[in-house]
């Protein structure tokens, strides 16, 4: 049984940034599609970033381009999610997740895997 253990998060100020990490537990990894979601506080939860079982293609939201960046090591188990010029709205908790299929996804109902979320709160 594959399981998901995110880190990483934090209190950071505006401008800062932030590296996330994922790490596949019970399984192989290399396999995985994997995702990162987040949910602000009284919102849905939506999806950020997405990085193919090879990691060659990427798929960011708009709200993601430019600032973050997702990449991943088969060899460790880790996807990492390099969040920059981090926004007052970026506040949220952050998942992790995963699929089995060749192609990255936007929507939570394609992943079978989620992690239980790192805290990332930014402040003025």
């Known amino acids: 049984q594959v399981s998901l253990v995110e880190s990483g998060g934090g209190l950071v100020q505006a401008g800062d940034s932030l590296r996330l990490s994922c790490v596949v537990l019970g399984g192989p990894c290399s396999d995985l599609v994997m995702g990162w979601f987040r949910q602000a506080p009284g919102q849905e939860r939506e999806f950020v970033s997405g990085?193919?079982?090879?990691?060659?293609?990427?798929d960011y939201a708009d709200a993601a381009k430019g600032r973050f960046t997702i990449s991943r090591d088969n060899g460790k188990k880790t996807v990492y999610l390099q969040t920059n010029s981090l926004l007052l709205g970026d506040t949220a908790i952050y998942y992790c997740?995963?699929?089995?299929?060749?192609?990255?996804?936007?929507?939570?109902?394609?992943?079978?895997?989620w992690g239980q979320g790192t805290q990332v709160t930014v402040t003025s």
């Open positions: 990085i193919s079982s090879s990691g060659r293609s990427t």
């Open positions: 997740a995963a699929r089995r299929s060749l192609y990255t996804s936007r929507l939570e109902s394609q992943y079978s895997y």
